[in-house]
């Protein structure tokens, strides 16, 4: 039986980096982009491009809230 899992953040959601337990570069604090993926084999961590750049990131699930359109 497969169980699939219901992501907080689907894809194309508009989101804000936030502080977490996680280190990160300061600078990405409050930055905003879109989630352009979600892994199955790496559960709660999301690919995100944000805005002005043209790669992905990988952020944990802590480190995201969903910004309204």
């Known amino acids: 039986m497969t169980v699939m899992r ?3 953040h689907p894809t194309g ?4 980096i936030r502080a977490a337990n996680f280190p990160q570069d300061p ?3 409050g930055r905003e982009g879109v989630v352009v993926k979600t ?3 790496r559960t709660g961590y999301y690919a995100v491009v944000l805005d002005g750049e043209d790669r992905f990131r ?4 802590a480190e995201l809230e969903r910004v309204e359109p």
Do not use: N, Q, T, V
């Not at 959601?13 to 804000?16: A, L, N, V």
């Open 58 to 61: 990988s952020f944990a699930e």
């Open 6 to 8: 219901a992501f907080l």
């Open 27 to 29: 600078s990405l604090l």
């Open 39 to 41: 892994s199955e084999s």
């Open 13 to 16: 959601s508009r989101i804000r």
